[in-house]
């Protein structure tokens, strides 16, 4: 399984933009996956979740009511709006290793993707 994701690109403050993860040759719908992203100096930090079979959805605080995660034609999208200098990252998404529903943390999940850059300017 090798999660590729793709969609990043160069924003201005307050700009838009969708991020999306695709794994060629699965079916992405019985995984849980989820994104994350990663910027310079910074731990890796969980933003959303979303569960296999449409079992249910989870935010990290930081990003709840600006980012939407959702399936696509056997991709997930994260959805991102109302973007700030802080959203500057690597954004990745990884496969939940163990079981199909997002987990409490934002542990056990692999099958980590090559990321995609998003920079947003002010």
């Known amino acids: 399984l090798r999660l590729v994701e793709s969609g990043g690109a160069l924003v201005h403050s307050g700009g838009s933009l969708t991020l999306s993860c695709a794994a060629p040759?699965?079916?992405?719908?019985?995984?849980?996956i989820g994104w994350f992203r990663q910027a310079p100096g910074k731990e890796r930090e969980g933003l959303a979740c979303?569960?296999?079979?449409?079992?249910g959805l989870k935010y990290a605080p930081s990003v709840k009511g600006r980012f939407t995660i959702f399936r696509g034609d056997n991709t997930v999208e994260l959805q991102m709006s109302d973007l700030n200098a802080e959203d500057t990252a690597t954004y990745y998404c990884?496969?939940?290793?163990?079981?199909?529903?997002?987990?409490?943390?934002?542990?056990?999940?692999?099958?980590w993707g090559q990321g995609t850059q998003v920079n947003v300017s002010l």
């Open positions: 990884a496969v939940r290793l163990n079981g199909g529903l997002c987990p409490a943390g934002w542990h056990d999940f692999g099958h």
């Open positions: 040759g699965y079916t992405l719908i019985h995984y849980a």
């Open positions: 979303i569960a296999d079979n449409g079992r």
